[in-house]
């Protein structure tokens, strides 16, 4: 099970952390990523970390602006958003991967979804 939270209302260029709480057969999970849907758009790729968090990937429009971290002892992804954007805005999904992924993996990778944290940012 994977239980997502932290989403909120932000003004342009500021930060937000949301977090992901990994619990039962996510335990078991490789690779962990965040993915986003925006309204009329489709579920895209945002971040990706290994099991060790060490190894991990960003999408393009989020590169630089964005961290993907896991704290392996309490079981909780996280996603640092720095200088968030209008276009930032989006429901944010964790997922977890049961293999190794060194880039954002596509939709049809991910084996366990979280509910889902709406980001809105003006």
């Known amino acids: 099970q994977l239980v997502a939270s932290g989403g909120d209302s932000v003004q342009a260029g500021g930060s937000l952390r949301i977090s992901c709480k990994v619990s039962?057969?996510?335990?078991?999970?490789?690779?962990m990523a965040w993915f986003r849907q925006a309204p009329g758009k489709e579920r895209e790729g945002v971040a990706v970390?290994?099991?060790?968090?060490?190894?991990?990937s960003y999408a393009d429009p989020v590169k630089g602006r964005f961290t993907i971290s896991r704290d392996s002892a309490k079981n909780i992804l996280y996603l640092q958003m720095n200088a968030l954007k209008p276009e930032d805005t989006a429901m944010y999904y964790c997922?977890?991967?049961?293999?190794?992924?060194?880039?954002?993996?596509?939709?049809?990778?991910?084996?366990?979804w979280g509910q889902g944290t709406q980001v809105t940012v003006s």
């Open positions: 997922a977890a991967i049961p293999y190794s992924c060194s880039r954002v993996p596509p939709l049809g990778a991910v084996q366990y």
């Open positions: 970390s290994d099991r060790s968090g060490k190894g991990t």
């Open positions: 039962g057969d996510g335990h078991n999970t490789n690779s």
